[in-house]
T-cell receptor, first 113, second 117 residues
């Protein structure tokens, strides 16, 4: 069935370090892929998305490329900041699921000054 | 744009009482709303999907008589936790999808922290 596998956390980095959070999915067809971020005490916010193969989503210095051949959508940022500390969720929407999203388990990121 | 609000943000209630949580789309019409439950340090669990004017579709294992969902208008959905018990304590999050804005994007509310004593 459809599923998302996300890199386990927690991840702790120093400010200005390079970030990668891995995400792979299992789905038929061509799902849309998303990264959501949840800051402490808040709801989820859409960080970026990609709707077809080879698309690159980007926002706030974060990037992720839709790789159909590896069924992956890894999140990257070249230089993290303390304010990036949050939980990051990978998600996808299958072609036949309407607006329904399937979420990964979430990865806690802590960035230290 | 595409703001979703939830009320209340926090609620504490006694065991056996019912609690209603509201989810509103403030600047768009939400044809579909979703209700999630999030346990500490875990992912979101979809509880149900509601379409305006029709009965909600509940996920397997979610008691529809305990978690009553009403989507009476294109901007409002409510979740009522009936006869709440301590094990119902959780973070409840709604989201809204809007066909006119995007078929791919859900907009999430800030969540409601429910504590049942």
């Amino acid at each position: 069935g459809n599923s998302v596998t996300q890199m386990e956390g927690p991840v702790t980095l120093s400010e200005e370090a390079f970030l990668t959070i891995n995400c792979t999915y299992t789905a038929t067809g061509y799902p849309s892929l998303f990264w959501y971020v949840q800051y402490p005490g808040e709801g989820l916010q859409l960080l970026l998305k990609a709707t077809k193969a080879d698309d690159k989503g980007s926002n706030k210095g974060f990037e992720a490329t839709y790789r159909k051949e590896t069924t992956s959508f890894h999140l990257e940022k070249g230089s993290v900041q303390v304010s990036d500390s949050a939980v990051y969720f990978c998600a996808f929407k299958a072609e036949t699921s309407g607006s329904r999203l399937t979420f990964g388990e979430g990865t806690q990121l802590t960035v230290n000054p | 744009g595409a703001v979703v609000s939830q009320h209340p943000s926090r609620v504490i209630c006694k065991s056996g009482t019912s609690v209603k949580i509201e989810c509103r789309s403030l600047d768009f019409q939400a044809t579909t709303m979703f209700w999630y439950r999030q346990f500490p340090k875990q992912s979101l669990m979809l509880m149900a999907t509601s379409n305006e004017g029709s009965k909600a579709t509940y996920e397997q294992g979610v008691e529809k008589d305990k978690f009553l969902i009403n989507h009476a208008s294109l901007t409002l959905s409510t979740l009522t936790v009936t006869s709440a018990h301590p094990e119902d304590s959780s973070f409840y999050i709604c989201s809204a999808g809007a066909t006119l804005l995007s078929t791919d994007t859900q907009y999430f509310g800030p969540g409601t922290r429910l504590t049942v004593l």
